[in-house]
C-alpha cells in the first residue's frame, strides 16, 4: 500500500475512533452520574448491605460498574491516542511515529480490557439499551482501535 493510502486509512480510522470514544464517553459518563446520583445511601446507624459494592450502578448488573468505569478510562486515553495520531498523520514523518503508535496500543489495551467488562455484561444479562449501546461501541472499538494501531505502525 502506498504512504498516501496508509495516510488516507489512518486518517478515516483516526476520525471514527475519536467519534466513538466521544460517544463512549457520553454514554459512560451518564452512567457514571445515574450510579452516583442513584447509588446506596447510608445513614447515620445503618450497616453497608450484605453484598455492598463500591462500585454500585443501580441499572445493569455486577460486571457493569466495572465496565463503566474500564469504558471511561479507555475513552479518555483512546482521545488522547487519537490527539497523538492527529499529529503523526499531520507530519506524516517518524518523529512522531513511536508515540503515536503506543498511545494507540495502551488505547487498544485499555479498549481490550473494557470489552472483556462488556463480554461478561452481556453474559450476566439485565442492563438496559444505553449499557447495550456501550457494550456494541467497546467491542467495535475494540476492532477499529487495533487497525488504527496497525495502520500507524505499519
Do not use: C
Not at 512522531?96 to 472483556?116: D, E, K
Request: zero cysteines; a negative charge; aromatic letters at 14%.
Amino acid at each position: 500500500m502506498a504512504a498516501n493510502d496508509m495516510r488516507s486509512v489512518a486518517t478515516l480510522l483516526m476520525f471514527l475512533n475519536i467519534s466513538m470514544y466521544v460517544v463512549l464517553l457520553g454514554l459512560g459518563g451518564w452512567a457514571m452520574n445515574r450510579a452516583i446520583d442513584h447509588g446506596f445511601i447510608i445513614g447515620q446507624g445503618f450497616d453497608l448491605p450484605a453484598h455492598f459494592s463500591p462500585i454500585y450502578f443501580p441499572m445493569g448488573n455486577a460486571a457493569t460498574g466495572f465496565f463503566v468505569t474500564f469504558s471511561l478510562i479507555a475513552g479518555v486515553v483512546g482521545v488522547a491516542s487519537s490527539i497523538a495520531g492527529f499529529d503523526y498523520i499531520r507530519s506524516w514523518n517518524s518523529d512522531s511515529r513511536p508515540s503515536a503508535t503506543s498511545a494507540a496500543l495502551i488505547a487498544w489495551a485499555l479498549t481490550l480490557l473494557s470489552m472483556g467488562f462488556a463480554w461478561k455484561e452481556i453474559e450476566l444479562e439485565g442492563r438496559n439499551a444505553t449499557l447495550r449501546t456501550m457494550e456494541a461501541f467497546s467491542i467495535i472499538l475494540s476492532v477499529t482501535q487495533f487497525l488504527y494501531t496497525i495502520v500507524l505502525y505499519g
